[in-house]
Nanobody, 128 residues
Framework: QVQLVESGGGLVQAGGSLRVSCAASGRTFSVGTMGWFRQAPGKEREFVAA????????TYADSVQGRFTISRDNAKNTVYLQMNSLKPEDTAVYYC?????????????????????WGQGTQVTVSS
Protein backbone atom coordinates (compact mmCIF):
# COMPACT_ATOMS: atom_id res chain seq x y z
CA GLN A 1 0.00 0.00 0.00
CA VAL A 2 1.04 3.56 -0.73
CA GLN A 3 -0.43 6.53 1.12
CA LEU A 4 -0.45 9.98 -0.46
CA VAL A 5 -1.11 13.33 1.20
CA GLU A 6 -1.32 16.57 -0.77
CA SER A 7 -0.72 20.04 0.63
CA GLY A 8 -0.06 23.57 -0.51
CA GLY A 9 -3.28 24.49 -2.24
CA GLY A 10 -4.89 27.88 -1.80
CA LEU A 11 -6.20 31.04 -3.41
CA VAL A 12 -4.05 32.97 -5.87
CA GLN A 13 -4.65 35.71 -8.40
CA ALA A 14 -4.43 35.08 -12.11
CA GLY A 15 -0.83 35.28 -13.28
CA GLY A 16 0.47 34.18 -9.90
CA SER A 17 2.28 31.04 -8.79
CA LEU A 18 1.62 28.23 -6.36
CA ARG A 19 3.37 24.99 -5.46
CA VAL A 20 1.52 21.91 -4.30
CA SER A 21 3.22 18.93 -2.68
CA CYS A 22 2.46 15.25 -2.35
CA ALA A 23 4.08 13.25 0.43
CA ALA A 24 4.19 9.50 -0.10
CA SER A 25 4.50 6.86 2.60
CA GLY A 26 4.21 3.11 2.90
CA ARG A 27 5.64 0.94 0.13
CA THR A 28 7.23 3.83 -1.73
CA PHE A 29 9.95 1.56 -3.08
CA SER A 30 7.27 0.01 -5.28
CA VAL A 31 6.28 3.29 -6.95
CA GLY A 32 7.19 3.58 -10.62
CA THR A 33 5.41 6.77 -11.64
CA MET A 34 3.75 9.64 -9.81
CA GLY A 35 1.10 11.77 -11.44
CA TRP A 36 -0.91 14.92 -10.83
CA PHE A 37 -4.53 15.18 -11.91
CA ARG A 38 -7.17 17.83 -11.35
CA GLN A 39 -10.93 18.00 -11.22
CA ALA A 40 -12.98 21.14 -11.66
CA PRO A 41 -16.62 21.33 -10.53
CA GLY A 42 -18.88 19.46 -12.93
CA LYS A 43 -15.99 18.10 -14.94
CA GLU A 44 -14.15 14.81 -15.12
CA ARG A 45 -10.78 14.34 -13.49
CA GLU A 46 -8.05 15.13 -15.99
CA PHE A 47 -4.35 14.48 -16.32
CA VAL A 48 -1.92 17.29 -15.54
CA ALA A 49 1.61 15.87 -15.28
CA ALA A 50 3.58 12.73 -14.47
CA UNK A 51 7.12 11.90 -13.45
CA UNK A 52 9.14 8.76 -13.22
CA UNK A 53 9.90 8.01 -9.56
CA UNK A 54 13.50 7.23 -10.51
CA UNK A 55 15.00 9.07 -13.42
CA UNK A 56 13.89 12.33 -15.00
CA UNK A 57 11.17 11.44 -17.48
CA UNK A 58 8.25 13.86 -17.28
CA THR A 59 5.14 14.46 -19.30
CA TYR A 60 2.54 17.24 -19.28
CA ALA A 61 -0.93 17.97 -20.53
CA ASP A 62 -0.95 20.46 -23.37
CA SER A 63 -2.97 22.89 -21.27
CA VAL A 64 -0.17 23.25 -18.69
CA GLN A 65 2.93 22.67 -20.81
CA GLY A 66 5.40 25.51 -20.25
CA ARG A 67 3.59 26.80 -17.14
CA PHE A 68 3.70 23.85 -14.73
CA THR A 69 6.72 21.82 -13.61
CA ILE A 70 6.60 18.46 -11.88
CA SER A 71 9.56 17.40 -9.77
CA ARG A 72 10.39 14.96 -7.01
CA ASP A 73 12.61 14.64 -3.97
CA ASN A 74 13.20 10.95 -3.39
CA ALA A 75 14.92 11.56 -0.04
CA LYS A 76 11.69 13.13 1.21
CA ASN A 77 9.37 10.82 -0.76
CA THR A 78 7.69 13.94 -2.07
CA VAL A 79 6.50 15.07 -5.48
CA TYR A 80 5.88 18.72 -6.28
CA LEU A 81 3.87 20.60 -8.87
CA GLN A 82 5.09 24.15 -9.42
CA MET A 83 2.36 26.16 -11.12
CA ASN A 84 3.21 29.48 -12.75
CA SER A 85 1.19 31.92 -14.84
CA LEU A 86 -1.97 30.54 -13.31
CA LYS A 87 -5.28 31.09 -15.03
CA PRO A 88 -8.85 30.98 -13.67
CA GLU A 89 -9.39 27.79 -15.68
CA ASP A 90 -6.71 26.11 -13.56
CA THR A 91 -9.11 26.23 -10.62
CA ALA A 92 -9.72 22.67 -9.45
CA VAL A 93 -9.02 20.12 -6.78
CA TYR A 94 -5.55 18.75 -7.47
CA TYR A 95 -4.86 15.10 -6.77
CA CYS A 96 -1.62 13.18 -6.77
CA UNK A 97 -1.55 9.54 -7.77
CA UNK A 98 0.89 6.66 -7.75
CA UNK A 99 1.39 3.67 -9.99
CA UNK A 100 3.41 0.67 -8.83
CA UNK A 101 4.76 -0.40 -12.20
CA UNK A 102 8.29 0.02 -13.50
CA UNK A 103 7.76 -1.28 -17.01
CA UNK A 104 5.27 1.10 -18.56
CA UNK A 105 6.65 4.28 -20.10
CA UNK A 106 5.49 7.03 -17.76
CA UNK A 107 4.73 9.23 -20.77
CA UNK A 108 1.83 6.86 -21.52
CA UNK A 109 0.33 7.08 -18.02
CA UNK A 110 -2.22 9.84 -18.53
CA UNK A 111 -5.49 8.16 -17.54
CA UNK A 112 -7.15 8.01 -14.16
CA UNK A 113 -7.61 4.25 -14.39
CA UNK A 114 -3.87 3.71 -14.78
CA UNK A 115 -3.15 4.75 -11.19
CA UNK A 116 -4.02 2.66 -8.14
CA UNK A 117 -3.27 5.05 -5.30
CA TRP A 118 -4.70 8.51 -4.75
CA GLY A 119 -4.46 11.34 -2.27
CA GLN A 120 -7.42 13.24 -0.86
CA GLY A 121 -6.80 16.31 -3.01
CA THR A 122 -5.99 19.96 -2.38
CA GLN A 123 -8.05 22.91 -3.62
CA VAL A 124 -6.44 25.45 -5.93
CA THR A 125 -8.48 28.53 -6.73
CA VAL A 126 -7.32 31.15 -9.21
CA SER A 127 -9.19 34.44 -9.13
CA SER A 128 -9.50 36.71 -12.16
Amino acid sequence: QVQLVESGGGLVQAGGSLRVSCAASGRTFSVGTMGWFRQAPGKEREFVAAIRWSGSTTTYADSVQGRFTISRDNAKNTVYLQMNSLKPEDTAVYYCAARTDFRTDSRLLVRVDQYAYWGQGTQVTVSS
